[in-house]
């Protein structure tokens, strides 16, 4: 059974930096693109960023480009995120997502990112 | 980027009814790659259609999508309990992938 086993989260002042990670198992890791989406308290999904299998090619939402850095170790099976810059509207539940272009059935549990002073 | 919107925001329907679900897209979804997906709080999504119409493993046959194009719908044809959460569709098709904003089915 796939595993996605995000962790990370955490509360950080507005400018402040944080770094997610995403611990997968169960599947050929490396032959996967992966996705980050994130859901802010009480609001609807919005996709952040993808990553093909290789790392060779990402993609960001333009309401995150040049803060955040998507990026993935394949031999130790772990997606990354890491935020700066943050802001109060990046207050969300971040989940990875196990595919790229595509309809995702294997979701992690989500780790909440909260940024307030 | 396109843009999809779920109507009706809230749809409020007693056990046993049945529920009609929209999704409308601001330009043609390729190759109807279009997503459902259930959401109960403090969960992450559940997929229940990709394709528009392809039921994902252990959806069971009441849940049911179609439309083509930009019109989308989700149905389910006798509402169970633990049927009421959040739907939302997704496209994609084209990058960046994208959600529509939910719609919220409520115990009438």
């Known amino acids: 059974e796939v595993q996605l086993l995000e962790s990370g989260g955490g509360l950080v002042q507005p400018g402040g930096s944080l770094r997610l990670s995403c611990a997968a198992s169960?599947?050929?890791?490396?032959?996967?693109?992966m996705t980050w989406v994130r859901q802010a308290p009480g609001k609807g999904l919005e996709w952040v960023s993808v990553i093909s299998g290789d790392g060779g090619s990402t993609s960001y939402a333009d309401s995150v480009k040049g803060r955040f850095t998507i990026s993935r170790d394949n031999p130790k099976n772990t997606l990354y995120l890491q935020m700066n810059s943050l802001r109060a509207e990046d207050t969300a539940v971040y989940y990875c997502a196990k595919g790229g272009l595509a309809s995702f059935v294997d979701w992690g549990r989500g780790t909440l990112v909260t940024v307030s002073s | 980027e396109i843009v999809l919107t779920q109507s009706p925001g809230t749809l409020s329907l007693s056990p046993g009814a049945r529920a009609t679900l929209s999704c409308r897209a601001s330009?043609?979804?390729?190759?109807?790659?279009l997503a459902w997906y259930q959401q109960k709080p403090g969960q992450a999504p559940r997929l229940l259609i990709y394709g528009t119409s392809s039921r994902a493993t252990g959806i069971p046959d009441s849940f049911s999508g179609s439309g083509s194009g930009t019109d989308f719908t989700l149905t389910i044809s006798r509402l169970e309990p633990e049927d009421f959460a959040v739907y939302y569709c997704?496209?994609?098709?084209?990058?960046?992938?994208?959600f529509g904003q939910g719609t919220r089915l409520e115990i009438k």
């Open positions: 330009q043609s979804v390729t190759n109807d790659y």
């Open positions: 997704q496209q994609y098709g084209s990058s960046p992938i994208t």
């Open positions: 169960a599947f050929t890791f490396n032959t996967y693109a």
